[in-house]
């Protein structure tokens, strides 16, 4: 009698916020009109993925993403990753980013005079989808209104968000693939882990994200042994998680293959390793651009290595990979040294690398990444929740950090940490006030 009193209380309370306006939930709804209104204020303000060569479409210069395109146009895939320094190396990697979002831009070329507000659409929808799908997360774990609402409203006017709807960038489609993925791999636990839908669901999902940009593979690792360790059927569920995850990239994964004889996901990244061990990037980071770091030294470097020179991009990959290795056996108190100037960028006082008007930038940036940072932080080490739901959401924010100590992020690759963080915060903070009220309801009925 008692859990059934409690069952229907819990119920009531879940539903005051999915009262239906038009058969959609009333934050749904307005979601939809907001983002409506977005779409236009983005498309007549801030509108910078598209322009015009007289009728023709083109894609905007931005990281590298118009020449990929334009690389798509004539027949191949393949973009130069740094044109600095092209009269030098062979930098011309082929698996460098991976397609979702550069088959979109490139599907924009084709669509005239209204490949701009199709992008301007698509873009908002995505950038909308981000926080519909941390309302949906938060309202699993709380019997409160307010908490998904404040959620779902923070997300959606998050400046970092909003204005990625109008700017070339693949973090919020990888951000919107990860949330989902999150989502129903919180479900299937919530679920006592008896429905392996939402174990594939969850799988397919991190893979789009992966198609998208491949930060998230720590991430996927790291859920991979989670599941290892702590489900029930342990080697069933990762047998399933990894053979739909690796289904849903084996496209791309053929096509390296095709190219490379090898399985290859991401390729071209090796010099970095070399860079960041050096004592420029140790005086420069990150208050100087990464790009100009690598420029500068990477000249210098080759006065010493002219025969890097003579390599193709896949022999040239490989031999940084095995010249940092020889430096960090060499000098391995640089990789220390390389770590801390890395851990830098984390400090939530600018933005960085510092350019000339940088004062909004960094006031936009910093109180955001602030809250969300004390939001993550009181909850992790006050609240102390844990769970394997609440668990999902700290291998993202974790593993997501990592990739900033082990390789690097700047500012704007925070976006997603920033909106990982808030989320976990929310949801503890959901999951203490649900406790809370159940406890208060059962002392009531005793």
């Not at 999915?18 to 009333?26: E, I, N």
């Not at 199709?118 to 941390?134: C, E, H, M, P, R």
């Not at 496209?251 to 860079?275: C, E, K, L, S």
């Amino acid at each position: 009698m008692l859990k059934m009193r409690l069952r229907l209380g819990l119920q009531k309370y879940m539903t005051l916020s999915d009262k239906k306006v038009f058969g959609v939930s009333s934050p749904g709804f307005l979601l939809i009109l907001a983002t409506l209104v977005k779409i236009l204020v983005i498309y007549f303000f801030y509108q910078k993925v598209v322009g015009y060569d007289g009728n023709v479409a083109t894609i905007q210069t931005g990281y590298g993403w118009s020449g990929l395109v334009e690389s798509m146009q004539r027949g191949e895939y393949e973009l130069n990753s740094q044109s600095g320094l092209s009269d030098l190396y062979d930098l011309n990697a082929k698996a460098l980013r991976t397609p979702l979002y550069a088959l979109f831009l490139y599907a924009l070329t084709f669509l005239g005079p209204f490949a701009s507000w199709i992008a301007v659409i698509v873009q908002s929808i995505v950038t909308s989808l981000v926080a519909w799908f941390g309302y949906k997360i938060i309202r699993r774990f709380t019997t409160n209104d307010r908490l998904p609402l404040i959620g779902v409203a923070g997300l959606f006017i998050f400046p970092m968000n909003f204005l990625k709807s109008g700017t070339i960038d693949d973090a919020p489609m990888m951000l919107m693939f990860s949330l989902i993925s999150a989502y129903y791999l919180i479900l299937y636990f919530q679920q006592g882990q008896r429905h392996l839908r939402f174990l594939i669901w969850g799988a397919a999902f991190m893979g789009f994200a992966i198609l998208t940009r491949t930060i998230l593979m720590p991430v996927f690792m790291a859920l991979c042994l989670y599941m290892l360790i702590f489900t029930r059927k342990r080697w069933l569920n990762t047998a399933v998680f990894i053979t739909m995850f690796y289904l849903v990239l084996s496209p791309w994964i053929i096509r390296n293959y095709a190219i490379y004889d090898q399985i290859v996901i991401i390729d071209g990244t090796n010099r970095f390793f070399v860079i960041t061990q050096s004592d420029e990037f140790i005086e420069r980071f990150p208050e100087t651009s990464i790009d100009d770091i690598e420029r500068s030294y990477l000249r210098e470097y080759h006065e010493t290595h002219p025969y890097l020179s003579d390599l193709d991009a896949l022999e040239l990959n490989r031999e940084f990979g095995r010249l940092a290795v020889e430096e960090f056996k060499e000098d391995p108190w640089n990789m220390v040294e390389a770590t801390f100037v890395k851990l830098k960028v984390f400090l939530p006082y600018k933005i960085f690398p510092e350019r000339e008007n940088n004062t909004i930038k960094s006031i936009v940036y910093v109180i955001p990444y602030l809250i969300s940072l004390l939001l993550f932080l009181y909850a992790l080490v006050w609240k102390r929740h844990f769970n394997h739901q609440l668990n999902i959401m700290l291998v993202f924010v974790v593993c997501y950090a990592a990739v900033g100590v082990v390789f690097l992020l700047l500012s704007r690759h925070f976006y997603p940490l920033i909106v990982y963080m808030a989320l976990y915060g929310l949801m503890v903070l959901g999951a203490d006030e649900t406790r809370k009220k159940s406890l208060t309801a059962v002392n009531q009925a005793i």
